[in-house]
């Protein structure tokens, strides 16, 4: 079984940027990258086969929550795991659960062990603490687990934010504890990341990370961020975080963002994200493309057979026209939703990799600032 | 351009099946051959890409009336056609949008010079004749297009099937004259075939067919059977019209059916069908395999990781487990319905291909009657 061993091969002079190159069982991840969510074993309209080959993907995102109410633990177990379950075999990273138990389930009430909730789906009653939610993702099997946190929302007064957070560093102990207790069951090593807290709170982001720190673990996740505060503050608390987890293990930012946030959180030293946004707002009819964003309902786009995006090097978005989609979308056409979703994807995935690409040619924050100002723009 | 050239390679010596090819400008068509249907420009749920290199269709159906209304005639003219709107570059056939105006539309008045009806999106009023939806085909520019009819509803009494089906003929004389008085717009040839109709009144049928097998049509297609009448009646008029029709030209049954229906209709002499089946039926769990029909819905294959089809030979049927797609249903994924739209669609295109591989070397019949008892048991 592999070591993770992220190595870092460049770094940014004038901005913090890094490229990198971290390795798992299923395969090396070159970052920055963006890595697809497949909530529920599935990136939501897009094949396996058209992620590997039409989107890029070199990792995918499975949700905890999701994926434990349905199909559960032991049928994804009789398969061998996720991987096998959804015919996957790149790297996959699974969350935690603790972000859907608390923006999804139907009622939750949190105490010292954990969390107990209702099903979103049939108000089930479950209870998820550190050491189950560990056993859960053993048993998931993805190749990158996440600690069990509280996220609290935004805004939350100083005093429950570090209450919260303090929880938080326990329930890490304990899933640390019981992730050493146990091994994989698949064959292939797994790799746990801790989660920092703290809110928009200086000092409580500054001692989370110290403590994540501490812990040793192969790559630190960022929490509590793009929960409804504005932009301004995820870079600002983003900036911050990065600046006091160590340098040799991976960043990652969950659930964010915008192609700009991206590019802007690479710059402050991120490596790793996720975010349902490309595929949620495709199925919108929102499209981030190499040249701007495009609302491909609108009616400008009737008479427009030039391809959906240029500027990618993928099939789908060299043969598909934006007339055609947006006929698709008019006429409520899956495979308009499953091109956007594509679309999407693809830039996104396209983004990380021209921003790695001018992190190693020296040149990220010119780049960056040219880009930034073609693909922000309504077009 | 192509000639047509339907070219017939066998014929059984127990039934009435036949093995033949027919040419277009974008490619032969080995017969008897099932067309997938994409009814606005797209088959619904599923890429260009996966028809061609997942189903193996060689030849796709669109809807004059859904096409007419959405994208709109323009549209499609202005983008050079079907086949550039929607990227497949293999043939297509069109319907002449009658079926759709009698199934569909808000309202609809018939008279000598054609039907009004509204619209079923936004109740706007249009007029169909035979000159106008021979410039509606042209204006698609599939490389098959029909000619306007009317079908009747079943049962419908003798004397409204026979009044319907004279005017049908003299639609057809109008269709002929316009279709032969203009040309094609795009390049490639375009082939008319004239549709038998004449209901479940085995005189007017075979009346009919000869009236329409005078016109020296490419092709003949036999319409308004599968339109509510019991299965042995379908057959029946099937069979009835394949003995009246001309050998030396394909066959066409339009709407027509399950799996079963496929083989019994080639023994009759079918060489083309087409219909929603295997798509709507694959979106609502039910799938036709080699080993028989499943409700992929069913608990039973919660735990089933065997392939969803072992005996296709199309990677989706093989990668892709039950339990996962039973998954995806349930769970209202999209990719689901792909999935299961593929499926179906590369049973359907498999069993017509078979059909034809045992009608070449000589055993079609007694392959039909094993296979039918497989494909049909509920399992």
Redesign the interface.
């Known amino acids: 079984m592999a070591a993770f061993r992220f190595q870092l091969e460049h770094q940014d002079d004038k901005t913090r940027a890094r490229a990198g190159t971290f390795r798992t069982d299923h395969g090396e991840v070159s970052t920055p990258i963006f890595m697809p969510v497949g909530t529920?074993?599935?990136v939501?309209?897009?094949?396996q086969?058209?992620l590997k080959d039409d989107t890029g993907a070199q990792i995918i995102l499975g949700n905890t929550y999701h994926l434990y109410l349905?199909?559960g633990l032991d049928?994804l177990q009789?398969?061998?795991g996720l991987h096998?379950?959804?015919?996957w075999d790149r790297p996959i990273l699974t969350d935690s659960g603790g972000y859907q138990v608390f923006s999804l389930a139907a009622s939750r009430k949190i105490t010292e062990d954990g969390v107990v909730f209702q099903s979103h789906i049939d108000g089930s009653r479950h209870l998820f603490t550190p050491e189950n939610v560990m056993d859960t993702q053993r048993r998931i099997g993805a190749d990158i687990i996440m600690a069990f946190d509280e996220c609290p929302a935004w805004p939350s007064d100083y005093k429950y934010v570090k209450t919260s957070m303090e929880l938080t560093h326990r329930w890490l102990d304990r899933c640390l504890k019981r992730f050493h207790e146990t091994g994989p069951l698949y064959g292939h090593d797994q790799y746990l990341f801790p989660i920092v807290q703290g809110g928009t709170h200086a000092d409580l982001r500054k001692a989370s990370c110290e403590t994540i720190a501490s812990k040793g673990a192969d790559g630190h996740a960022i929490g509590g961020l793009s929960v409804g505060e504005p932009t301004e503050m995820i870079y600002e608390y983003c900036g911050l975080c990065c600046e006091h987890l160590p340098v040799d293990k991976p960043r990652y930012l969950m659930g964010v963002g915008t192609p700009w946030d991206l590019l802007e959180c690479i710059a402050l030293g991120i490596d790793m994200f996720d975010c349902v946004m490309p595929t949620r707002n495709g199925r919108n009819a929102m499209l981030f493309t190499t040249q701007g964003v495009i609302n491909i309902d609108n009616k400008k786009w009737?008479?427009d057979?030039s391809p959906l995006d240029e500027g990618l090097p993928n099939?789908?978005s060299q043969?598909?026209?934006k007339?055609?989609v947006r006929?698709?979308m008019?006429?409520k056409?899956?495979?308009g939703?499953?091109?956007a979703s594509i679309q999407n994807l693809s830039f996104y995935i396209w983004l990380v990799g021209e921003a790695r690409t001018h992190i190693i040619a020296g040149d990220f924050a010119s780049w960056k600032a040219s880009t930034l100002e073609i693909i922000k723009r309504r077009i």
């Open positions: 529920a074993g599935t939501k309209a897009v094949s086969q058209q349905r199909p049928v009789a398969a061998g096998r379950f959804n015919h009737e008479y057979f099939a789908f043969y598909y026209t007339a055609y006929h698709l008019k006429s056409e899956i495979l939703l499953t091109i």
